[in-house]
């Protein structure tokens, strides 16, 4: 099997230097991580100041939904931006 010269350099990448190189690559991911995170920081906050009569389990499904909303409303934003620049703007990406 022959193996390309990118191939092999990603072999010897470190974790972090392939998070970067992820990151670089595709932005929107990294802005959908941290809205995970800012999500998970406001319902921990929240969590003492909710509704007297909610269970701890309808409150953590629903920060689950408002945190995967925000990753998944991320990456659609993300995926839109390429297919307009790609489809309407006629700009190849970069590969």
């Known amino acids: 099997m022959n193996k390309r010269r ?3 350099e990603f072999l010897d ?3 972090s230097s392939a998070a970067l190189r ?3 690559n595709n932005p929107f991911l990294a802005i959908g991580m941290t809205g995970f995170l800012v999500t998970a920081a406001v319902g921990a906050y ?7 009569g909610m269970s701890t389990g309808l ?3 629903q920060l689950r939904v408002a945190a995967q909303t925000a990753v998944i409303g991320t990456l659609t934003v993300g995926m839109a931006w390429g ?3 790609e489809y309407v703007l006629k700009k190849k990406p970069e590969t």
């Open 13 to 15: 990448e470190s974790g």
């Open 22 to 24: 992820r990151i670089k």
């Open 6 to 8: 990118d191939d092999i």
């Open 46 to 52: 929240k969590y003492k100041s909710r509704p007297k």
């Open 59 to 61: 409150f953590l499904v």
């Open 83 to 85: 297919m307009f620049q």
